[in-house]
């Protein structure tokens, strides 16, 4: 097994971990959200100052962009990279841009 395919088992394994950890949360937040007719209503809870309350469809417009964004982020970063390795590495740039061509 070579690095990258050492590296992509380990990442498929935290990737496993990670939304096995999030079903688990998230199935726990169904069940919390089935108790709210019997939780205090918003406004009979104390306010902190440092919150500010959003409505459930802005919320999920601001988690939409601010995805959004970061996978434009994500690409341009590996973009960023590849091309740094291409920089430094003169003849991998040229096997790339025949193989591209």
């Known amino acids: 097994m070579n690095l990258a395919q050492a590296l992509a088992s380990t990442n498929e394994q935290t990737l496993d971990f990670i939304t096995s950890v999030q079903d688990r949360i998230t199935e726990a937040s169904k069940r919390a959200a089935a108790l709210y007719p019997t ?3 918003i406004d009979q809870l104390p306010t902190l100052p440092w919150f500010v309350a959003v409505e459930p469809g802005a919320a999920r417009d601001v988690v939409e962009e601010t995805f959004a ?3 434009k982020l994500l ?3 590996k973009d960023f990279a ?3 390795l291409d920089a430094i ?3 991998t740039a040229a096997k790339n841009k025949a193989k591209a061509a």
């Open 82 to 84: 590849i091309g740094l």
């Open 69 to 71: 964004f970061r996978s």
């Open 89 to 91: 590495t003169p003849k």
């Open 39 to 41: 939780l205090p209503a």
């Open 75 to 77: 690409e341009a970063n």
